[in-house]
């Protein structure tokens, strides 16, 4: 087996990086690693990891460049098991949009 690097862009909030210290690189593998363990997609729009005892809150997008970003806030021990993908997130607020268009149309 032969490891590679693979680049992704990492950016945790203010409140994160206190949290983690110079423990960056760790978090970010841990992070990556809850992704592509969830066998769902790349793009997720909310996930977790606890790391030192931290619940810390996760999102991931691919750019239109194809670049893979992390982004990294402060977490919700009430939602350490909620995994919530990007497709998922989209779906919803589309449903959302058509139920309120809806109600406009009607009240005519």
């Given at each position: 087996?032969?490891?590679?690097?693979?680049?992704?862009?990492?950016?945790?909030?203010?409140?994160?990086?206190?949290?983690?210290?110079?423990?960056?690189?760790?978090?970010a593998?841990?992070?990556?690693?809850a992704?592509?363990?969830?066998?769902?997609?790349?793009?997720?729009?909310?996930?977790?990891?606890?790391?030192?005892?931290?619940?810390?809150?996760?999102?991931?997008?691919?750019?239109?460049?194809?670049?893979?970003?992390?982004?990294?806030?402060?977490?919700?021990?009430?939602?350490?098991?909620?995994?919530?993908?990007?497709?998922?997130?989209?779906?919803?607020?589309?449903?959302?949009?058509?139920?309120?268009?809806?109600?406009?149309?009607?009240?005519?």
């Amino acid at each position: 087996m032969q490891r590679i690097f693979l680049p992704f862009l990492f950016l945790p909030s203010h409140a994160a990086q206190r949290l983690i210290g110079r423990d960056r690189d760790k978090v970010a593998v841990l992070a990556l690693q809850a992704i592509l363990r969830s066998h769902k997609s790349l793009e997720v729009a909310h996930q977790q990891i606890r790391y030192r005892g931290h619940h810390l809150a996760f999102s991931s997008r691919i750019t239109a460049g194809g670049e893979l970003v992390v982004e990294l806030d402060v977490g919700d021990a009430r939602l350490k098991d909620r995994l919530v993908l990007e497709e998922e997130l989209r779906a919803a607020g589309r449903r959302v949009r058509g139920i309120s268009s809806e109600g406009r149309r009607r009240v005519g």
